[in-house]
């Protein structure tokens, strides 16, 4: 695809780059690029953390947007966390696609209605074991993806959830530590609580960031990351499964 042909996406970054990710991947954006791009494709990058926004009138030039995970809680009311909320909720009405990721799956959720909070079941973190549900396979941005596992496993990494899907949302998947690990609003919202963008070495990293600064107990950092070396996250499925939602495949 080339000119006005080629399909154009959007990251809504919400974390800033850690020094581990800008040395080994040069930035989240191309972790993201790396996992749901494709050649021809245009990627921008907005910095919604740092108050950095697509204008409104550019918003028809997108075929879709992702909006990434963050260290910030998704129920706060932090100015550019409540200005998210008013572009996705104008995203929502145009029935633009929109990809939520861990604090995107929460703030989508936000922003439609829905009720987040913190973890019932405090942190998770490592690969997580994610159950289908039977409103799966209804979904129809899904038809040409084929045949859904019961399961896939998944890397989380989180200590907040939705406790309540908006008005008229479908759970897709859940989880022994989470009752909503994906939902969808017609065919153009989808929230994952899960990384697929990560790879083990990211999560690794974060892992140790937070123990450095006392968020994690040190006996619960190597249980997870002695988890990381044992298991490995389907992460094939789940950028199959991202980039078939995003773009119709």
Request: hydrophobic residues 40%.
């Amino acid at each position: 695809m080339k000119g006005e042909s080629a399909k154009r996406y959007a990251l809504l970054l919400a974390a800033r780059d850690s020094e581990y990710v800008i040395k080994m991947y040069n930035g989240y954006f191309n972790v993201f690029v790396q996992a749901f791009g494709d050649d021809g494709e245009n990627w921008d990058l907005f910095r919604v953390v740092e108050g950095e926004f697509p204008k409104l009138e550019d918003l028809h030039k997108y075929d879709g947007f992702v909006i990434s995970g963050s260290p910030y809680d998704a129920y706060a009311n932090d100015h550019w966390i409540l200005r998210l909320c008013f572009l996705i909720q104008k995203l929502d009405a145009m029935q633009k696609r929109v990809l939520g990721i861990c604090f995107g799956h929460q703030v989508l959720c936000r922003a439609l209605g829905g009720r987040v909070g913190k973890a019932r079941a405090g942190w998770d973190i490592g690969v997580r074991k994610v159950i289908m549900a039977e409103s799966l396979f209804q979904c129809r941005f899904f038809d040409e993806f084929g045949e859904f596992p019961p399961s896939a496993k998944i890397l989380e990494c989180h200590q907040d959830e939705v406790l309540e899907v908006p008005l008229g949302a479908e759970v897709l998947a859940f989880s022994d530590k989470a009752g909503v690990e994906m939902f969808c609003m017609g065919d153009h919202i989808l929230g994952i609580q899960g990384h697929p963008e990560y790879t083990k070495d990211i999560l690794s990293n974060l892992v140790d960031r937070l123990t450095s600064k006392e968020l994690l107990d040190r006996d619960f950092a190597s249980d997870v990351k002695a988890q990381l070396e044992a298991d490995d996250p389907e992460r094939n499925f789940w950028e199959k499964l991202c980039k078939s939602f995003l773009k119709g495949i």
